[in-house]
């Protein structure tokens, strides 16, 4: 079974300051991950994913994510949070298989101090 | 390019009463589809998922269901809603047998009252 974890419920930063949302998964086999972004009342926008090539994946608006198979960690990062970034992130993994079962992280609400 | 739509954005009705919410796919053939439910203050929970036109499976018993009449057609029902049905529904995609990206839609807001 895969599992997601997503070990920060709510994340506070000040505007410029760096972003870390953490992300742990669990899966059987070698998973694919995303990072999804959610403003209000709206549907998720994918910001990045990894699917076995560069361990280090750029995603768009500055995000970036690193995947450390020994750690089974999958955190995002951001050098520098602005206003914009405040919302809600979901980390996502997906494994091959007959349905190519996708799991959801419970999501961490990034406020951004002006 | 691919697109997902859905209807409406934005839904009140009473409790008790039928529900149809619609999500469809241009630009490409045979589509994993998919409903996903946020209630308020919680995560993504997956209600059903299709591989293909009449195959659903459900993720959680509930008064919920979904047909896939067409192959880019996705529709959820219920005869009779309850209070806790409220939330915001997102339909997704993805390409059949891949690892790779779902795309969401736009989401429906339903507040049942």
């Known amino acids: 079974a895969q599992s997601v974890t997503q070990l920060d419920s709510h994340v506070s930063v000040s505007e410029g300051t760096p972003v870390l949302l953490r992300c742990n998964y669990s899966s059987s086999y070698s998973p694919s991950l995303f990072w999804y972004v959610q403003h209000p009342n709206k549907g998720l926008q994918l910001l990045l994913k990894?699917?076995?090539?560069?361990?280090l994946v750029k995603g768009i608006n500055g995000f970036e994510a690193e995947f450390k198979k020994s750690e089974t960690s999958f955190h995002l990062t951001k050098p520098s949070a602005h206003m914009s970034d405040a919302a809600e992130y979901f980390c996502v993994v997906i494994i091959p298989g007959g349905y190519q079962k996708v799991t959801f992280g419970t999501g961490t609400k990034l406020q951004v101090i002006p | 390019s691919q697109t997902i739509h859905q209807w409406p954005a934005t839904l009140v009705q009473p409790v008790g009463s039928p529900l149809s919410l619609e999500c469809t796919v241009e630009g490409t053939s045979n589509p994993n589809l998919y409903w996903y439910r946020q209630a308020a203050g919680r995560g993504l929970q997956l209600l059903f998922y299709?591989?293909?036109?009449?195959?659903i499976s459900s993720e959680v018993p509930q008064n919920l269901s979904a047909s896939r009449p067409q192959d880019r057609q996705f529709i959820l029902s219920s005869k009779k809603l309850l209070l806790s049905d409220s939330g915001f529904y997102l339909c997704a995609w993805k390409l059949a047998g891949s690892t790779d990206t779902q795309y969401f839609g736009p989401g429906t807001r339903l507040t049942v009252l």
């Open positions: 299709s591989v293909g036109i009449g195959q």
């Open positions: 990894y699917t076995s090539a560069a361990t």
